[in-house]
């Protein structure tokens, strides 16, 4: 079993930009599709972004492509998020997320990942 544990979540101003961090421990990363996610007050929660084990392919919602970046450090066992030219409509709480990779299909859908951290909130002011 892997946990996982975000940080670096914080008030930002619009246009500006958060690197938020998942650090794994338990087990490393290298066999597990890691996401993001975030929920909002009312909201369902929703995907951001994703990358595959096996090669590091990113996968973004539309909603944040060209502004969210996901990378991972395998040597630190640690998936990052920067979030940049941040707008309040991206206020929420982001999850980092993992599940034993397999069907990249399903990359985007929070209800097969396994382990969930406890959630970074994020703030953006106007």
């Known amino acids: 079993q892997v946990q996982v544990a975000e940080s670096g979540g914080g008030l930002a101003q619009a246009g500006g930009s958060l690197k938020l961090s998942c650090a794994a421990s338990g087990r490393t990363f290298g066999t597990y599709h890691v996401g993001w996610f975030r929920q909002a007050p009312g909201k369902e929660r929703e995907f951001v972004a994703a990358i595959v084990c096996s090669d590091g392919s990113p996968y973004y919602a539309d909603s944040v492509k060209g502004r969210f970046t996901i990378s991972r450090d395998s040597a630190k066992n640690t998936v990052y998020l920067q979030l940049n030219s941040l707008t309040p409509e991206d206020t929420a709480v982001y999850f980092c997320?993992?599940?034993?990779?397999?069907?990249?299909?399903?990359?985007?859908?929070?209800?097969?990942?396994?382990?969930w951290g406890q959630g970074a909130p994020v703030t953006v002011s106007s």
């Open positions: 997320a993992a599940k034993t990779g397999g069907a990249v299909w399903l990359i985007a859908n929070g209800g097969a990942y396994t382990y």
